[in-house]
């Protein structure tokens, strides 16, 4: 069974940190991206950056470039997102989503397509006081 397990939530005041984590099993994690996604209330899902397993490209929103950092350990089957200076606009549940990367190269537009995407985590929320 597939599955991801994001972790590394929670409350942080505004110029703050946070790291989560997404742990995946039940799959080859080596033929897959990760993608982290964050959906605020009454907003559509948008993806925020995303990493491929086989070549470590990766790719960033305009809304985060410069504040987050996302990295893989594929040793652990975990792929990390760094966020730091969070502002209020960045409260929202944070998903980590797969993309298939073994056959079909990750590219930006590839990167920024929602339907790439196959298996998804439970989320976890992220909330930034002002």
């Known amino acids: 069974e597939v599955q991801l397990v994001e972790s590394g939530g929670g409350l942080v005041q505004t110029g703050g940190s946070l790291r989560l984590s997404c742990a995946g099993s039940g799959f080859t994690f080596d033929d897959y991206g990760i993608g982290w996604f964050r959906q605020a209330p009454g907003k559509e899902r948008e993806v925020i950056s995303c990493?491929?397993?086989?070549?470590?490209?990766?790719y960033y929103a305009d809304s985060v470039k410069g504040r987050f950092t996302i990295s893989s350990d594929n040793a652990k089957n975990t792929v990390y997102l760094q966020m730091n200076s969070l502002k209020p606009e960045d409260t929202a549940v944070y998903y980590c989503?797969?993309?298939?990367?073994?056959?079909?190269?990750?590219?930006?537009?590839?990167?920024?397509?929602?339907?790439?995407?196959?298996?998804w985590g439970q989320g976890t929320q992220v909330t930034v006081s002002s």
């Open positions: 990493i491929s397993s086989v070549d470590g490209r990766s």
């Open positions: 989503a797969t993309i298939w990367v073994a056959t079909i190269p990750l590219d930006e537009q590839r990167a920024y397509d929602r339907s790439e995407y196959d298996y």
